[in-house]
């Protein structure tokens, strides 16, 4: 609801700004106003009675001069000539364009309130002429609703943009005014054109506001559009110079012989609160439009920064490893330890995986947590050697993982999901790092399995790119925040010291793996015991799995707040990161991809575009980096530029919904994740 508001003051705002047009007098066609019946020099015209035909509603003016001005309000320049007026104590009309107005209430409250008269010059600036009448209306009433909010009335003199005097009024025109005289507005146009918006210099600009006979007249300047310094020097010139030739200077209304009730309507509270209402969402609009051009700058800068210091750590980490010789001769006795619940599609290719482990010495515990779908019977149909079934009540994940660590014969546990496949020398490898006496858990290289589709692609780009490349600089830092469910080891003596496995969040491997970080463990990352997981195939499924995971992060870096004014790197360095990257990030990346859609609409698309591929770029040259760090084909890379179309807003998505949830304070329970049982074959996956 929230990007939908967005995205429809983005869009309100970059109508209002592109649509603008830029002042300038059209050219007088031959014989136009003759056309439409309008008498040559008759500036202000209505509808006849019947309706059907535009006539002259100008009286013969005298030897009087109605000054008016459009384009405004501008800050600059509408102030400076209403001070000239106040000054020299003469009355004007200031035509005003309607988001500009929601702009600059302030200036059009102060002008009303100076006596000066405001009329209506369409909200965008909007030439009345091609356009569909609904429009045409849209185009006055939101004007008259802005001018409403800002001065409490409802101007009926309308002049039309890119309109000057009687003559350049052309028969495309007759249809739009028309309607506009329908609607019991009077259209006013001009006799004296200053032409100020070329800035022909003063002189020219006095020249052309003067009548050259007796005859005066209604007088078209600019307030706003550009530069008006010519303007406003002009109008201290016109002025006396009119008076000299024995000019009257009259409000509009006089000149057209109306009351001031007629040309002002007095709006009413409703009317007044609508349109206080439209000047107020417009101005959220701009003050957004500008807080994401704002911070468009910084998170370019933060998101090349941090694909360059990932880049930098995991080189590092990658050459580190490579100069670590193999410990084949450390291999303590390993307990791996399967919770399952309802995973009778995938648990009998789990558990072969590791019974076929590359080890001398490992004992497999499935833990059946009360599954009615037949995965305990599925084991112990299996009568594997070496792997042992428990059977519990459903407790939730910890417990059942408490439950196995309770029975484990051995001080070095691997805690696998039921969805898991093991490559031969996978145990082997997970557990070479533990022979350092400082470390307490180990975090393996999760890759998926069923990446065969769309989702799946996107998917093993998220885990190579996002989780295992994380890692390699968690484990430079020693900060490690989560050992993944899927391929995990822990010492014992680490998991009774922190309290084992607890069920206060929906991430007990991120709650454990932070715990153990503020005791001292330090937690290592083995980048070869690679494992093969099944990742959601639909994405409800994958909204389901990763608002857990996020939802569950949030909850387990509350729990462990106090961890921020520790001496622990964890605290220090690996809350900060997930609070950044995994929470703040996310939550401003979506304004970023709404910006971009504003941009490419609404602004010069070429430094859009050029943006947008510059952080593919970016993403695709790390994407190649990580993959080879990884010893992953390529292949899949050429699906990554489609995840900023699907996969990331829903990853962004996810995140927003569990800041919402986590600060309405909703509960959530385990939520099982369907299985299809199509994860790829080792074998296959490594050809």
């Known amino acids: 609801m929230v990007l939908a508001g967005l995205l429809l003051l983005l869009f309100t705002q970059g109508l209002t700004t592109k649509l603008t047009g830029a002042s300038r007098t059209p050219t007088a066609p031959a014989n136009a106003a003759a056309a439409i019946e309008v008498p040559r020099g008759r500036a202000v015209l209505t509808a006849s009675a019947d309706g059907t035909r535009l006539v002259s509603r100008q009286p013969d003016p005298g030897h009087r001069i109605a000054l008016t001005f459009d384009d405004g309000p501008d800050p600059r320049w509408t102030p400076r000539i209403a001070a000239v007026l106040e000054r020299l104590k003469a009355p004007a009309t200031f035509f005003v364009v309607g988001e500009r107005v929601a702009a600059e209430p302030g200036i059009v409250r102060r002008l009303h309130r100076e006596g000066f008269e405001i009329g209506n010059h369409t909200f965008s600036h909007s030439a009345l002429t091609g356009i569909a009448g609904w429009q045409l209306s849209l185009q006055l009433s939101l004007t008259e609703s802005a001018v409403a909010g800002a001065a409490g009335i409802r101007p009926r003199l309308v002049r039309p943009p890119y309109s000057s005097s009687p003559e350049a009024v052309s028969k495309a025109d007759r249809s739009a005014f028309l309607h506009v005289a329908r609607e019991g507005y009077l259209i006013t146009l001009s006799n004296f054109d200053g032409e100020d918006w070329r800035r022909p210099g003063i002189r020219k600009i006095v020249e052309f506001a003067s009548p050259p006979g007796e005859k005066g007249g209604i007088v078209l300047m600019h307030d706003g559009g550009g530069d008006r310094s010519q303007t406003v020097a002009a109008v201290a010139q016109l002025i006396p110079k009119l008076r000299r030739r024995g000019f009257e200077i009259v409000p509009l209304r006089s000149l057209l012989g109306i009351p001031a009730s007629s040309a002002e309507l007095h709006a009413s509270s409703n009317q007044q609160l609508r349109g206080e209402l439209l000047i107020g969402a417009l101005s959220a609009a701009r003050w957004i439009t500008a807080l994401l051009g704002f911070l468009l700058v910084p998170i370019a800068i933060l998101a090349v920064l941090r ?45 072969r995986s590791l019974a076929a482990s590359d080890y001398p010495d490992f004992e497999v515990i499935v833990i059946d947590d009360g599954s009615d779908d037949g995965t305990g019977d599925i084991v112990e149909a299996m009568g594997l050697p070496g792997v042992r079934l428990l059977r519990e009540a459903n407790k939730g994940k910890p417990g059942a993982l408490n439950t ?46 069923n990446r065969g589709g769309m989702l799946g692609r996107w998917q093993h780009i998220d885990y ?37 496995f607890s069920g206060a969040t929906l991430a007990e491997d991120t709650d454990l793996t932070i715990a153990l970080g503020r005791a001292g463990w330090r937690i290592a990352y083995a980048e070869d015991a690679r494992a093969f997981t099944e990742a959601p195939s639909t994405l409800a499924a994958l909204w389901r799995q990763r608002y857990r995971w996020s939802y569950g992060t949030m909850q387990a870096v509350w729990k462990h707040r106090r961890a921020l004014i520790e001496k622990a790197p964890i605290g220090r360095r690996g809350l900060p990161y997930l609070l950044l990257f995994q929470i703040a990030l996310p939550m401003l990346a979506p304004l970023i991809d709404v910006f971009t859609l504003y941009g490419l609409f609404f602004l010069d698309p070429l430094p859009v575009l050029a943006y947008w591929v510059g952080f593919n770029v970016l993403l695709l040259s790390l994407g190649a980096f990580s993959f080879s760090l990884d010893g992953e084909p390529l292949r899949p890379l050429w699906a990554m530029p489609l995840q900023q179309f699907v996969y990331r807003q829903l990853m962004y998505l996810v995140v927003i919904q569990s800041i919402i949830s986590a600060v309405r304070g909703t509960r959530l329970r385990w939520q099982h994740m369907e299985r299809s049982g199509d994860e790829l074959a080792v074998g296959e996956i490594a050809r």
């Open 307 to 351: 694909a360059g210091v990932l880049a930098a750590f995991a080189r590092r980490h990658a050459r580190a490893f490579r100069r670590r010789p193999p410990k084949e001769d450390f291999l303590p006795p390993v307990s791996i330890l399967v919770p399952a619940y309802n995973e009778a599609e995938v648990i009998e290719a789990a558990v």
């Open 464 to 500: 190579v790119m996002g989780f295992n490349l994380d890692r390699r600089l968690f484990d430079i830092l020693r900060c490690m925040p989560t050992v993944p469910g899927a391929v995990g080891g822990f010492r014992r003596q680490a998991l009774d010291e922190v309290g084992r």
């Open 404 to 449: 196995g660590i309770a029975a484990a014969a051995h001080d070095v546990l691997v805690c696998v999901d039921a969805d898991t496949v093991f490559e031969p020398v996978t145990l082997r490898r997970l557990v070479q790092p533990f022979e350092d006496a400082a470390v307490g858990a180990v975090a393996g290289n999760t890759k998926v399995g």
